[in-house]
Structures are given as C-alpha cells and as structure tokens.
Nanobody, 123 residues
Framework: QVQLVESGGGLVQAGDSLRLSCAPS????????MGWFRRAPGKGRAFVAA????????YYADSVKGRFTISRDNAKNTVYLQMNSLKPEDTAVYYC????????????????WGQGTQVTVSS
C-alpha cells in the first residue's frame, strides 16, 4: 500500500522555524511532482507549495512566498518544507501530496495524500 508520511510538525512561537518532511513508502515518487497543502481550523484544504519531479520548478501560495521553501531529495525519496518566520495564521494541519500531472495548485491534481502533521504557531 502506498503511503505518504509527514513529520516535523509541532508547537512553536511566532517568528520561529520548522521543517516538515514527507517520505513516501511503498513506492518511489521521483517521477511525481510533490505538493504541500494545509487545512486551518474551520477552512478547506489550501495550496501551500509544490515542486516539479526534477526539483527545477517550484510554486508557492502568495501567503508563504519568501518565508517557505519547498525542496526534494530524490535519492532519499523525501520532500521538505522549510518554514521560516512562522505566523499564527500558519497554524494548520499540513498535508503532503504526490501528483502525476495537472495544475499543481489544485487538490484534484494529486493522486496520493499523507495523513497530515499539525503545526501550531502561538503569538
């Protein structure tokens, strides 16, 4: 069974940093584009960042540009989301996802999803 497993979430203060990791199990995702989404309390799942299968192209939501960085290490079959200058409004469950094609800003473009990791930013 294919699974995406996120890790690295936690409780931090505003201005702190966290790095999330996503490690697939059951198969390699080196040929998939990868994305991060988040669901804040009472809201739907929102795009955060995505990266092409090669790692050459990245995409970001306006709300995280300049603060978050997505990267991947295909040799380790792992995707990362470095989050700096965290704000209370970044509080959400963060999900990793894998896409075989399509518009990477949209949830339906993703084929596999992780269970999510909680990030809580206190003011």
């Amino acid at each position: 069974q294919v699974q995406l497993v996120e890790s690295g979430g936690g409780l931090v203060q505003a201005g702190d940093s966290l790095r999330l990791s996503c490690a697939p199990s059951g198969r390699t995702f080196s040929s998939y584009a990868m994305g991060w989404f988040r669901r804040a309390p009472g809201k739907g799942r929102a795009f955060v960042a995505a990266i092409s299968w090669s790692g050459n192209t990245t995409y970001y939501a306006d709300s995280v540009k300049g603060r978050f960085t997505i990267s991947r290490d295909n040799a380790k079959n792992t995707v990362y989301l470095q989050m700096n200058s965290l704000k209370p409004e970044d509080t959400a469950v963060y999900y990793c996802a894998a896409s075989s094609g399509g518009n990477l800003y949209y949830v339906p473009s993703y084929d596999y999803w992780g269970q999510g990791t909680q990030v809580t930013v206190s003011s």
